[in-house]
């Protein structure tokens, strides 16, 4: 992985020439979920991959050849090839790399997954297991992790006070691997919540 603490590219940037052989890029922003998303199944896939962060307030023009609504996460292969919207780019990196299975085989266990993603809360408080999708770490769970991260910078940890097994879930995610190491501190996400909130052009590259 290179470039995930890189400035962002804005308008008047050159665009990034083809994607390295044996490589995917993928096209984020540090403090996107969507895109912390797609990050976290590639960390925990182990796929390599080169990061190009977009800065969401100034976007380069040649982005939107990339993706026509001009968001991230967007992948794209050796090929030219562009995938883009995070539960979509997530899907097609489990199914398209070998290693660590993040969606099960079985159709209608994938779709019980999907089922949960659209009713979590209720669901883990039913579930007799840490994670979502079972005892062991899924998909589900990366995407919704994202979210569940930047509580304490919104100050809204007692949202979680009354559900006990949420909480164990949050302190289960946060030693896996690949939710670690992908882990934004509470006082960096505040910093770049400030100045997003003032439409800052610096917003997405606080703290480098």
């Not at 940037?13 to 044996?22: I, T």
């Not at 896939?45 to 982005?63: A, S, T, V, Y």
């Not at 019980?112 to 005892?135: A, D, R, W, Y």
């Not at 006990?164 to 995610?173: G, H, I, N, R, S």
Request: proline share 8%.
């Amino acid at each position: 992985m290179s470039a995930g603490s890189a400035r962002s590219l804005a308008k008047g940037s050159a665009p990034p020439g083809p994607v390295p052989e044996g490589l995917i890029r993928v096209y984020s922003m540090r403090f996107c979920p969507f895109a912390q998303r797609t990050l976290l199944v590639l960390k925990a896939k182990g796929i390599r991959h080169e990061i190009i962060n977009i800065n969401l307030k100034n976007k380069p023009e040649w982005f939107f050849k990339k993706n026509p609504f001009g968001l991230v996460p967007v992948l794209e292969n050796s090929q030219g090839q562009l995938i883009y919207e995070s539960p979509i780019t997530c899907e097609y990196l489990d199914e398209a790399y070998p290693g660590k299975k993040l969606l099960p085989d079985d159709p209608y266990e994938k779709a019980c997954q999907k089922m949960v993603f659209e009713l979590f809360s209720k669901v883990l408080t039913n579930k007799k297991t840490t994670f979502f999708g079972g005892n062991s770490l899924s998909m589900i769970d990366y995407l919704i992790w994202p979210w569940f991260e930047r509580l304490e910078a919104l100050e809204l940890n007692d949202c979680v006070d009354h559900t006990p097994k949420l909480k164990l879930w949050m302190a289960a995610m946060r030693e896996d691997p690949a939710v670690s190491a992908l882990l934004n501190e509470a006082n960096t996400l505040r910093g770049f919540l400030n100045l997003y909130l003032q439409n800052s052009p610096e917003a997405c590259d606080y703290g480098l």
